[in-house]
């Protein structure tokens, strides 16, 4: 089965999101794909410790996922759900607040914090790689980890599904299935790629094609992030799940919804161009809902700490670039985005924008899931 150029689309609601997640996941034929006597990796999306709408993966798109493999047989305990966290994020909160938890102790599957777990050398892999075992990458064994590029060595040999959600992102302009793979296969440190970021998510695809056997995203729009991505943002609801093989194509798709050319999109265009997935709109095949002619016309923007960021990384500010890699310098940053993001942004605005989501079937579906674990 060929999926390489197609992408699954379907419509949805609060009512029947985990029957149309297993409808979607059908329409991939994803059991032809994930080998249900093998161990399969679900990497989650956490870019806040807090909920806010279309930040990171909702509860419902891990359970839609999770409630359809299991009652298609596959073993509980050969699925992994996985997430790392940023300078900025806690993995246990972020469980929480997104109401992860219950859910994983539901279903009765593992959690795998990528924090505690060993990352070994990139090279030490290279005569376990499964395709491009002579392909350099561009940046991140030379200029973003000079001293040593290192992934988890726990991903090597497994299959993945990511599980992105659709928005904007100051650094991106969108994020979805290519930058999934940055919170997962890299450290804790991460910041040092936003000066190299489209090359980066080139390399992480190059990465992921050589360790994993299969790779699928399982994209969430049905509250989608406008604006300043990926924390500060408006949600919009639009109601719409997606999937498909080809990172790239699914990018290509997300990316046409929220409104932007995908080939003017630095990373898409580079990895179009370099054959690692397609870029292009109109060789793509859409199977269920007709997406071709959504333009939903948002509108990226950067939020203070990410056009501080990019100051310091390319702009006017650029000769303090050197001092990123000092831990004493990147505490200001970093404690910088702490009380602009958790101290200011979300006890206001963030909140305000939390209480009207409240008042929509999504927000009552997001309060119907438990906090914590039993």
């Known amino acids: 089965m060929s999926n390489t150029t197609q992408i699954f689309v379907v419509k949805t609601s609060p009512k029947t999101v985990l029957e149309d997640y297993s409808k979607l996941m059908h329409l991939a034929q994803y059991e032809k794909v994930y080998d249900k006597n093998s161990n399969n990796i679900l990497k989650l999306n956490l870019s806040w410790s807090k909920f806010f709408p279309s930040c990171s993966s909702p509860p419902w798109q891990v359970e839609g996922v999770l409630k359809t493999m299991i009652e298609d047989g596959y073993d509980p305990r050969k699925i992994f759900t996985a997430e790392n966290e940023t300078v900025v994020t806690n993995i246990e909160r972020g469980i929480k607040g997104n109401r992860w938890g219950s859910i994983i102790e539901k279903y009765g599957v593992w959690f795998v914090p990528l924090t505690r777990i060993p990352f070994v050398p990139y090279e030490s892999l290279r005569s376990k790689f499964l395709r491009f075992k002579n392909k350099e990458l561009h940046v991140l064994d030379k200029q973003v980890f000079p001293k040593g590029f290192f992934i988890p060595g726990f991903y090597m040999g497994k299959s993945i599904i990511h ?9 991106t302009t969108i994020t979805s299935a290519m930058k999934n793979a940055f919170g997962g296969l890299l450290t804790k440190r991460r910041h040092y790629s936003h000066q190299f970021m489209s090359e980066v998510l080139v390399d992480l695809l190059i990465v992921q094609k050589q360790i994993h056997p299969n790779i699928l995203a399982i994209v969430d729009g049905t509250v989608c992030g406008d604006g300043s991505g990926p924390r500060t943002m408006i949600p919009r609801i639009k109601n719409y799940l997606l999937a498909g093989y080809d990172q790239v194509a699914v990018d290509v798709v997300v990316s046409r919804m929220l409104g932007f050319d995908p080939l003017k999109l630095p990373a898409i265009k580079l990895a179009h161009d370099e054959g690692l997935g397609c870029g ?12 071709s002619s959504i333009n939903w016309n948002f509108k990226v923007k950067r939020s203070l700490v990410i056009w501080g960021d990019q100051m310091v990384r390319k702009g006017s500010l650029k000769f303090l670039n050197p001092l990123m890699r000092n831990k004493i310098f990147m505490t200001f940053p970093i404690l910088a985005s702490l009380v602009y993001h958790d101290m200011f942004w979300y006890p206001t605005i963030g909140k305000k924008r939390i209480k009207e989501f409240n008042k929509t079937k999504w927000g009552k579906k997001f309060l119907s899931y438990p906090e914590k674990a039993k």
């Open 163 to 171: 599980l992105p959600t659709m928005k904007t992102h100051g650094h």
């Open 280 to 291: 292009d709109f109109d060789q793509l095949e859409i199977i269920g809902e007709d997406v």
